[in-house]
T-cell receptor, first 114, second 111 residues
Framework: SQTIHQWPATLVQPVGSPLSLECTVE??????LYWYRQAAGRGLQLLFY??????ISSEVPQNLSASRPQDRQFILSSKKLLLSDSGFYLC?????????????FGSGTRLTVV | GEDVEQSLFLSVREGDSSVINCTYT??????LYWYKQEPGAGLQLLTY???NMDMKQDQRLTVLLNKKDKHLSLRIADTQTGDSAIYFC???????????WGAGTKLIIKP
């Protein structure tokens, strides 16, 4: 079964500083990978998804970017954080061989921009 | 476009059954899912149902699917304090692995 590692678990960053959140996946190969943001403990907003190395699709315009340098590594970045970037960031993975094709989620990173 | 709707809150007494409801719009969805999110944690897949089924049972969990009405429900029997969480309904869009998510139902357990 898949395991997703996300770090750090919590992060407090000043406005205008850069951001790099990392997600790595174990136990699968060639997964689809996703970055979600969850505000105030409620709904999930899809930010980016990737179907393969170097392939990134963006769902919403924003000052965030994503990269997939390796098959099982997905990175979320920003050059200059905004207050509105605060939230709970979740990485998820799905593989065509997974029964039911449900997503596996990481434990999340709580980002507070101050 | 596709949409998934859930009520935001459900309050039940400990020991009673909880029924969390969800409606969706994509009639061609293939899989429907229930996820559980405990405070400060990621989402955990609880169960899923394939669209050609109308019921699935797994211990205290029962999923009912009414494909005609595009209605999905999750019943938790003998609700315990550990069931306190936000429950998300999701459907898999036809033709790809994208999930369409509901906003989540917060289950509150009263003693």
């Amino acid at each position: 079964s898949q395991t997703i590692h996300q770090w750090p678990a919590t992060l407090v960053q000043p406005v205008g500083s850069p951001l790099s959140l990392e997600c790595t996946v174990e136990g699968t190969s060639n997964p689809n990978l996703y970055w979600y943001r969850q505000a105030a403990g409620r709904g999930l907003q899809l930010l980016f998804y990737s179907v393969g190395i170097g392939q990134i699709s963006s769902e919403v315009p924003q000052n965030l970017s994503a990269s997939r340098p390796q098959d099982r590594q997905f990175i979320l970045s920003s050059k200059k954080l905004l207050l509105s970037d605060s939230g709970f960031y979740l990485c998820a993975s799905v593989n065509s061989r997974d029964r039911g094709h449900g997503y596996t989620f990481g434990s999340g990173t709580r980002l507070t921009v101050v | 476009g596709e949409d998934v709707e859930q009520s935001l809150f459900l309050s039940v007494r400990e020991g009673d059954s909880s029924v969390i409801n969800c409606t969706y719009t994509d009639s061609s969805s293939t899989y429907l899912y229930w996820y559980k999110q405990e405070p400060g944690a990621g989402l955990q897949l609880l169960t899923y149902i394939f669209s050609n089924m109308d019921m699935k049972q797994d211990q205290r969990l029962t999923v009912l699917l009414n494909k005609k009405d595009k209605h999905l429900s999750l019943r938790i029997a003998d609700t315990q304090t550990g069931d306190s969480a936000i429950y998300f309904c999701a459907e898999r869009a036809s033709g790809n692995y994208q999930l369409i998510w509901g906003a989540g139902t917060k289950l509150i357990i009263k003693p």
